[in-house]
């Protein structure tokens, strides 16, 4: 799955999709994809990482207590 850096717009590959969706983890590996060599994996917050669309992520990926208001 790729997501967007909102600091700079450098397509990431995300190396776990479960991470991605578990709102009990706030940082994921990817890759970056500036380039046309393939990096090395990183780490990267959820909080700076969005769709392609420019759309956030949903906020039951960012945060377990997405149920309580």
């Known amino acids: 799955m790729l997501l967007k850096s909102k600091q700079d717009g450098t397509l990431i590959k995300i190396q776990d999709t479960e ?3 578990n709102p009990n983890q706030q940082e994921i590996i990817g890759k970056d994809q500036a380039g046309q ?3 090395n994996p990183a780490t990267y917050s ?3 990482l969005i769709f392609p669309s420019g759309e956030s992520l ?3 990926w960012l945060d377990s207590n997405y149920t309580k208001a």
Do not use: D, F, N
């Open 19 to 21: 991470s991605l969706i």
């Open 37 to 39: 060599e393939e990096q």
């Open 46 to 48: 959820k909080q700076e």
């Open 58 to 60: 949903p906020r039951c």
